[in-house]
């Protein structure tokens, strides 16, 4: 099955004026950039990137210019050549554009801020992310991640494409992890490091998921620069009973 196309411009009208700055990330994204080091010269690719907001952010915060996007909705990455002209965008599912225009392309950050568990191929968006790294390079993504049973499946488990947290639009999946199913994962890229900052919360009002509580985690996944036999480094600020579970 096949990633959604999204028709809605619900996605360009707010993310023209949202996630444009830097004020407007999340603590926990902001936090977790903030500790990766982001060189001003470095390449970035942003996986569901809206608008371009990122890029706009970066450059504010760490003076990043080299920046691509993709996105899967055509009117958003319509308003983000106007909103950020200086970055390059393109229009597509990355698991297509990655066999087209991004093929062999290596960047030293990828970056993904809720999209990819907003997929049908949750785990193919995952592996494609990973090949755009470049050796040293870091993987960034978001996650929703509980101690239960994991879904990935769209009729158990949506949340419709609005801003006013209403049960109304297009849907899309709502990806929920189990904790140690995704470090497992994770842990099959052979990264030198995995980062972590989280906390708990409630699924959004137009969220329809059989979960009362997810907790919400950004995760940054750092690539060797060669093969070896090093344990993986784990620097994870997240709920207690995350960090429990994974020393058992």
Known sequence: ??????????LSSHYSSNRVSWDQFYPSEKRLLESIDLSSDGSVLDIGCGCGGLGLA???RFSLTRYTGVDINSEAVKEGKQLNPSASLFCGDILDLTDAELSNRLFDTVISLSCIDYN????DMLDVAWRHVAPGGRFVAT??????EGINDINL??????????QEGEI???VVLNFQELIQL???FDPSEIKASGYWGPPAGSAITPYK?????????????????????YDLDLPPEFIASLEK
């Open 120 to 123: 049908i191929r949750f785990s």
């Open 58 to 60: 970066l450059k504010e």
């Open 143 to 148: 996650f929703r991640l509980s101690l239960e």
């Open 1 to 10: 099955m096949k990633n959604i196309v999204y028709e809605t411009k619900v």
């Open 186 to 188: 994770l842990k099959k």
């Open 157 to 166: 488990s949506y949340q419709h494409i609005n801003f006013h947290n209403l």
């Open 172 to 174: 899309a999946p709502y």
């Open 213 to 233: 509580l997810v907790c919400f985690a950004a995760f940054s996944i750092s690539k060797k620069l060669t093969s070896d036999d090093a344990q993986i480094v």
